[in-house]
């Protein structure tokens, strides 16, 4: 038995979770945030309950962590592909975010939304494409699979 495998197979690897760092007192509205954007609050582990709030979306999630200092990068950011760009812009105004337009890329519409606490959060209609030959910042790339 491999104590290493994981306990069910990914086609391939994936981004898992990401961390923010949350003041205590902008937690509950960026629960309301990225349930905006598809995501939903899921419980977790026990010993991290005190300290974590995680939302989650098809097995990506944002862990926010409660800190009273939060570190929050100049120009890190996180980039969501949202299901209905329109509607998730409109959501997100309706409910007080700032969301300003940004470069279409790969013929796709980008937004950035600021949400709680100052994190910069990137909308995308679209992801880029994954072929080499259509994705002008992947050309030249080497991909590497593991099978």
Known sequence: MDLYAPARPYPEAMLQHVTLEVSPADIEYSVEFWILLGFRQVEPPPALAETFTWMERE???????RNESPTVPAHGH????????GQALADLREHGFDVTPGREHWGAPRAKALAPGGHLVELMAAPPTTRSTENPATRGSVSVRAD
């Open 78 to 85: 996180v980039a969501v592909v949202v299901a209905d760009f």
């Open 59 to 65: 097995g990506t999630q944002i862990h926010l962590e």
